[in-house]
């Protein structure tokens, strides 16, 4: 079994509005400071084991295809 992590967020210049509205809400909170908030998506992903490099171009393809826009995001994959 190869778990792996895979974190997407919005690219650099991609307006983020529900960082925003966290930004606001953690000011309103209290929590003075708080100069920028991003958000993003994690997947944890068990794949049957197998060829590393053949389970890291399936996962490639999963983020390209599936759990990522790729116009707007970009993607970080961890392998354990």
């Known amino acids: ?4 992590r895979i974190t997407v967020t919005l690219k650099n210049g991609v307006l983020d509005p529900q960082g925003k509205a966290i930004e606001h809400a953690l000011g309103a909170l209290g929590f003075d400071g708080v100069d920028s908030v991003r ?42």
């Not at 998506?41 to 490099?53: H, I, M, P, R, T």
Request: charged share 30%; glycine share 6%; net charge negative.
């Open 1 to 4: 079994m190869i778990k792996a």
């Open 39 to 80: 958000q993003g998506k994690v997947f944890d992903v068990e794949l049957q084991g197998g060829d590393k490099s053949k389970v890291e171009a399936e996962i490639k393809a999963m983020c390209d295809k599936l759990l990522a826009n790729t116009v707007i995001e970009n993607y970080a994959v961890e392998i354990a």
